[in-house]
């Protein structure tokens, strides 16, 4: 069995990302991480880092295979340089600290200046120093778009070469073989707007298609960062133009931007966002039946509240559209800080296996079944 937790965390009011991907056989990915001390007065988010060295500890580890910081926004990474162990620095590291063997991260996490934010420059430290040292990070980049950065940091481009994943590949990092797990790059990727020019779109966003096998069945999951409209659209129309319609297909999609209309269009409409046509067909098109969307955010707002006047997601308009994606297709719509309720939100476990997923929950004497699927075969 794989497994997938999407934590409920109470940083930035709840509109923070973590993720962990369970496998089979032992290894661990965690996209993200956001905790701070005193940032949950109300007592509804989950003991972040407790609650991961609880796992590590019964899991007999002591980090994690991959950690992937999807960009650089605080929301993504806050406490990371409390919680993990760091190389390039002797402050960062302690017995009671989590090992990363594999940081990913996008190319701006090593290009970007002037970040602001000292935890930002804490990380970016970190990334820098395992690429100047050739090992220990990936960078998903257009290759060219790192070239300038190491020619003035006297980095030689050509033996870093094998450190950057190009969108549109499959990684080499997992493999169906080995893991029952693969991971196929989406973003950040570049669109060529003449013979003699290619502009990066969204280069600081990481989003990938996970796909697991248990026995034979696949089980497709969407990790889609913060992406905005204009860069899922540019997805859309890359991945249909080399004939990849199904690294787009989801029983999973953790959605962009904690349920912000501006991942779905610019014009947030009064009751119901209308998405572009390519974000139509990603979202109704590619949904396998009963598939899950996972916004990570606060609870969505009601019409006419004070937090529904907010400019900040979660927009309700937004989530009115991805509830029909989900009354089509027998899915479910899940809100970390609703689930399994407003006052007592926990973990979303979704329980991958040879009968594809399943969300667990707490109050219920078994999992609910959010994928319709085969009898159970031996083995996942």
Known sequence: MHKLTVFNLAFNGGNADCSRIDLENGRKLLVDYAYETGADPDGVGVDLPTELRQDLIASKRNGYDVVCFTHLDVDHYRGSSDFFWLEHAEKYQGKDRTRITTMWVPAAFITEAGIEDSEGKVLQKEARHRFKNGKGIRVFSRPGRLEDWCSKNGVKFEDRKSLIY??????????????????????????????????????????????????????????????????????????????????????????????????????????????????????????????AIISTSKPIPEKGTAEDKDKQ??????????????????????????????????PIVIEIKSSKATVKKSTMPAAAAIISKPTPRAGC
């Not at 937004?318 to 007592?344: D, M």
């Open 313 to 346: 997601p979660p927009h309700r308009q937004a989530a009115s559209y991805y509830r029909s994606i989900v009354r089509k297709n027998s899915g479910q719509f899940l809100v970390t800080l609703e689930h399994p309720t407003k006052k007592s939100p926990e």
């Open 166 to 291: 190009d969108a549109g590949k499959i990684l080499d990092e997992f493999s169906i073989d080995e893991d029952g797990f693969e991971v196929f790059v989406h973003s950040p990727f570049a669109v060529r707007q003449d013979e003699n020019s290619v502009e990066d779109r969204n280069g600081d966003c990481i989003v990938f298609q996970g796909e697991f096998d248990c026995s034979g069945a696949r089980t497709k999951l969407l990790m889609m960062g913060d992406s905005t409209w204009e860069a899922l659209v540019d997805i859309v129309n890359i991945t249909k133009s080399k004939g990849n319609d199904s690294r787009l297909e989801w029983d999973i999609a953790k959605l962009p931007h904690h349920c912000s209309y501006r991942s779905l269009s610019d014009e947030q409409g009064q009751d119901t966002t209308m998405p572009k046509d390519e974000i139509k067909w990603l979202y109704e098109d590619q949904a396998l039946e009963g598939g």
